[in-house]
């Protein structure tokens, strides 16, 4: 990939901080230390983090063990310290990169702590439902409630701020650990804080043992208050302390933090890098986003490099999404051999010579697709959520329908700040109850011209009331229909002849994971019919479906217009993956999307848009090489098209990665651009009128 064809603009340097230096994009090495790099050449170190094109070194600091002569009794030295001539990492590594204007973050886990601090501080210990400690490789594991996260984290933020001038700080592993490192579940903490705390959270109610208890979720709502109020804590101290210096955390800190990695055992959502930036940078682009890249394929296999095309995928995914990549390795840099290293340090490359582009860039599609909050994952119907939304991403993507990601519980803060208003669809993916805020935000968002798609339950209550006052749906009747109740079940796009020969016109598409019945407004438009469940076998028997009163979805049009699908559309592509009923989902949806770019590419490439300022830009990302577990080698894609309808060229468009010259011609009123081979990516920026 020809992408380093220019010299590498220098980094502001590590004392320039008007309005942080995080407000503009950056680009991080991460080297998680083993306690035998102490002795590391850290001017080695930062010869490849130079020539991988980052310009920020996260380096271990303090927490499990120190890499810098601490003076704390809670704190536990790297024993080879000892052999370093300085006797300290830290000192050497700072002083090194900020010679050659690379920024140093802390990297810092109070999440464990040796034998001998647990001996003398129980009382900050995780507390299994049992009654028994956390113990993993002879750590204990500590509570986020207690004193050591609370206070003393604090007190070593202050023994490195005062001795060394790093530009911020990472927590690693900064939450509740219910699971150890080999995966075994130890339950909710039980220890007299977490008792204490989620009582007065709870009025009352008794701490949960793990998932299967009745308060799971209420505690997956207390941990995730801890968390943000900590965090909260943590970044003001840092601001007052040293206010030119970052925190790299979840939300409440000036960086959020997301790691981007695989799992064996775990089934791979191949967009889940994009999800992740997009859901935050359409609802937060004021607060920055580090997406952390592992290098490897799992925790328990550290030293076995991730496939290079599928570690090339978080960074482009991270960095169409507006993202600062990082790469996250194992020991010093070569110590363990990584190959995909080389295959995604263009990538880095490109970003931090595009830095102004990136600066700039900003969501752009018309369309947003809803997540379900994660907050709700104990909750029943989330996982099935989880997959309507899935389903209707992978159709939008395979289609080139330019979407964002907007998270549910974010849509109130969106629509405080007249975000809303770019988007002319909104789909809400079998939600469930939206709360009060959000569906206030959505039928204001109709009221003013805006398009809703409602799919199997979003935006109803548990007891069947509706909560949008712009739904076509008074309420509902009764318990949706799902699992095998649905089998042999279809809906018929048109009206069907009559059926007593049992012939049926097309199209015929399955139903799968639930259909909901409502009692309509009056006026509604009703579109299509179910054709409820026969018998399915033996094929003898297998006839008998008559079409009733139930639609396949429900059209109710004013200034905006709302569709109501009564069924998981997006559970039934993603379980059966039919065009057919990809093409369904487009067939009621296609005139709302005010859709202006459109393209003519393998539905393996994925087409992502922004703005630049001017500049419309495309992201064209090759995912051909989608495996299971993986991706692997890509195939080239030629013939691609981009058309954008009534539009009008200021100056031809620019290919940024391949540097090649697009053909662009116009027909009928539209702009039509050629596009020359894709490998891995192209980004294409485009100054259009009209």
């Known amino acids: 990939m020809p992408l380093d064809r220019e010299a ?34 850290v001017e080695k170190a930062l010869d490849f983090i130079e020539d991988y094109g980052a310009d920020t070194w996260l380096i271990n600091t303090g927490g499990i063990a120190s890499f810098y002569p601490t003076e704390l009794p809670f704190q536990t030295r790297s024993p080879f310290l000892a052999d370093r001539p300085s ?3 830290i000192g050497d590594a700072v002083a090194a990169a900020h010679r050659r204007g690379i920024r140093v973050l802390s990297r810092l886990d109070f999440s464990k702590v040796s034998a001998r601090i647990a001996r003398e501080h129980p009382d900050w210990l995780f507390v299994s439902p049992t009654g028994k400690p956390q113990v993993y490789n002879t750590l204990f594991s500590t509570c986020p409630s207690a004193d050591y996260y609370q206070h003393r984290s604090l007190e070593i933020l202050d023994e490195i701020i005062g001795r060394y001038p ?39 109610q008794e701490l949960p043992d793990g998932p299967g208890s ?6 997956l709502r207390f941990s995730s208050q801890v968390i943000r109020t900590l965090t909260s804590k ?5 601001t007052m302390r040293r206010p030119d210096a970052a925190l790299v955390l979840g939300r409440g800190a000036p960086i959020v933090y997301h790691e981007a990695n695989n799992a064996f055992g775990r089934e791979l959502w191949h967009h889940n890098t994009a999800e992740w930036v997009s859901a935050h940078v359409t609802a937060m682009p004021e607060i920055a986003l580090m997406v952390n890249s592992v290098s490897f394929v799992d925790m328990p296999y550290r030293m076995a490099g991730e496939q290079p095309e599928h570690f090339a995928q978080y960074l482009l995914q991270a960095i169409a999404r507006g993202g600062n990549p990082s790469t996250y390795i194992m020991g010093a840099p070569g110590r363990i051999p990584y190959a995909n290293l080389a295959y995604s340090s ?147 796009g048109s009206e069907q002849p009559e059926i007593g020969n049992y012939r049926y016109a097309p199209p015929i598409v399955p139903v799968y994971g639930s259909y909901a019945r409502f009692v309509w407004k009056p006026g509604v438009e009703k579109i299509g019919r179910l054709l409820p469940q026969a018998p399915f076998g033996p094929p003898e028997k297998c006839y008998g479906h008559a079409a009733g009163d139930d639609p396949d979805l429900v059209r109710l049009a004013g200034r905006g217009t709302v569709v109501q699908i009564p069924w998981t559309i997006g559970r039934t592509y993603r379980e059966f993956g039919t065009t057919q009923v990809r093409d369904h989902v487009f067939d009621a949806i296609g005139p709302l999307t005010g859709q202006r770019l459109f393209a003519e590419l393998p539905e393996q490439v994925e087409l992502i848009l922004g703005r630049d300022g001017e500049h419309l830009v495309v992201h064209l990302i ?12 890509h195939l080239p894609v030629t013939g691609g098209r981009l058309r954008l309808k009534d539009t009008r060229l200021s100056r031809e468009p620019e290919l ?19 596009l020359p081979p894709l490998e891995l990516f192209e980004v294409i920026r485009v100054t259009a009128a009209g």
């Open 346 to 492: 263009p990538i880095t490359k490109f970003h931090r010579r595009h830095r102004d582009l990136y600066a700039r860039l900003k969501p752009a599609a018309s369309i947003a697709l809803v997540r379900p909050d994660r907050l709700r994952s104990a909750s029943p119907g989330y996982t099935e959520a989880v997959e309507e939304f899935r389903g209707l991403y992978t159709a939008l993507q395979e289609k080139h329908l330019p979407f964002d990601v907007l998270a549910v519980e974010l849509i109130g803060k969106m629509a405080e700040e007249g975000a809303l208003e770019r988007y002319a669809l909104i789909i809400l993916p079998d939600l469930g109850g939206l709360g009060r805020q959000a569906a206030e935000a959505l039928d204001t968002f109709v009221r003013r011209g805006g398009n809703l798609v409602l799919t199997g339950n979003s935006g109803v209550t548990e007891d069947g009331g509706i909560e949008l006052a712009t739904s076509p749906a008074l309420m509902r009747v009764g318990a949706p229909t799902c699992g095998d109740e649905l089998w042999s079940t279809y809906v018929a």
């Open 166 to 204: 790093v530009d911020g700080f990472f927590f690693n592993w900064f939450g509740f650990s219910e699971r150890d490192y080999s995966r075994v579940y130890h339950g909710v903490c039980h220890c007299k804080k977490c008792q204490e705390g989620f009582s007065a959270f709870s009025s009352g």
């Open 8 to 41: 590498t603009p220098a980094v502001e340097a590590p004392g320039d901080r008007s309005g942080g230096w995080w407000r503009r994009p950056f680009s991080v090495f991460q080297t998680n230390l083993q306690e035998i790099d102490a002795v590391m050449d």
């Open 234 to 238: 943590i970044a003001a101290h840092i």
């Open 214 to 219: 009745p308060t799971y979720p209420e505690w």
């Open 622 to 633: 090759n995912q051909s090489g989608a495996r299971r577990k993986s991706f692997g080698p």
């Open 87 to 89: 006797g300290d990492l």
């Open 656 to 674: 940024l990665v391949s540097g090649e010259a697009a053909t662009v011609r116009e027909a009928d009123g539209d702009l039509l651009i050629e």
